[in-house]
């Protein structure tokens, strides 16, 4: 029996990439699946044309910036109300090879046991170069070791159990959900997919990652290397760690490593910050941007740190 597969792209303010990805689904040699195409509160005019030129693809619109989890969540509801065995959770900044969707659906056929399942993710603009796509947790660094990452394409030849897919193409049974649950939105951005993975490993299911199934990933200009991400990344880890560590590796992870880290952190955002205010009468002309964003940067780090102590989570 075909198992109902609901591929859920998430949208904002992606029009373009959005588009470049469903016309790679449109090749897809198999068309044994739908689209549900979430738009998380777009100003631009993604709705517009996502309805001109893709019209048999269900648009959900969520009016407002859920972030990753949220937005991803009103798919799943979606998915599972019309009765899909199987969902694919896929960034829009993605296309694949036209074999992407039939490969990764013989990988859960491969492994009856896994509950959730990534492919082969590469570089867009470097083809032979492996991106992201999950890793190990490591309580010597507390947080994860990726999995081949910035890896020649060809040391990817065999499926790989792994800790956790990345969030930019997770296929997830339906056995999954309903016995864990969706992403969890307090997270909204980063460490949402991890949380996923862990809950799910730890209720009995496997995770693996498919070599024949690939994916060709963007790297955002628009995320990479903002101030915002280390708030996120900060305030999600802790979150992280008390929800999936029982009380004695969290115990010894947070004064091992993470406890250093934070002091660390605090020490760097006020040594820049005494060095811009130094700058500033002494030779303002030194005042660069890029000092700004280093400064930005640590300093939303730290308000990451303090809003999870202050239980401030979703969108910041």
């Known amino acids: 029996m075909k198992k109902k597969l609901s591929i859920i792209i998430l949208n904002w303010n992606g029009k373009e990439d959005t588009l470049a990805c469903l016309a790679s689904l449109e090749k897809q040699d198999t068309q044994n699946f ?24 269900t648009l959900i619109l969520t009016h407002a910036n859920l972030g990753y989890a949220g937005g991803n969540n009103l798919g799943i509801d979606h998915a599972l109300k019309r009765g899909a065995d199987l969902v694919l959770l896929l960034n829009n900044d993605t296309e694949m090879d036209k074999d992407f969707i039939s490969n990764l659906l013989r990988s859960t ?14 570089r867009h603009s470097a083809r032979d170069t492996l991106d992201h796509m999950g890793g190990f947790w490591s309580s010597e660094i507390g947080e994860y070791k990726p999995f081949l ?20 193409s997770i296929l997830i049974r339906r056995e999954v959900i309903e016995k864990i649950g969706k992403l969890d939105p307090r997270f909204f951005l980063l460490w949402e997919e991890s949380d996923f993975c862990a809950r799910a490993k730890n209720a009995g299911f496997s995770i693996w990652a498919t070599p024949r199934a690939t994916l060709f990933h963007k790297v955002s200009a628009s995320f990479e290397g903002k101030a915002m991400m280390q708030y996120y990344w900060w305030r999600n880890r802790l979150l992280w760690m008390r929800k999936n560590l029982d009380k004695s590796e969290y115990k010894k992870v947070f004064r091992r490593v993470v406890l250093k880290e934070i002091i660390k952190y605090h020490r760097h955002s006020l040594l820049k ?27 939303a780090g730290c308000k990451g740190i303090h809003d999870y102590y202050q239980r401030r989570f979703y969108k910041m």
Not at 109 to 122: H, L, M, Q, S, W
Not at 151 to 163: A, C, G, T
């Open 34 to 57: 739908e689209v549900l195409l979430v738009d998380n509160g777009s100003r631009d005019d993604s709705v517009e044309a996502f309805s001109k030129h893709y019209p048999h693809h």
């Open 273 to 299: 910050k005494l060095g811009l205010v130094y700058l500033k009468i002494m030779n303002p002309k030194k005042i660069t941007e890029k000092r700004l964003l280093k400064l930005k940067r640590y300093q």
């Open 149 to 168: 990452f910035n890896k020649p394409e060809r040391d990817f030849q065999e499926m790989q159990e792994l800790d956790y897919i990345s969030g930019c």
């Open 109 to 122: 056929d491969e492994k009856p046991e896994g509950g959730i399942f990534g492919p082969k993710v590469v």
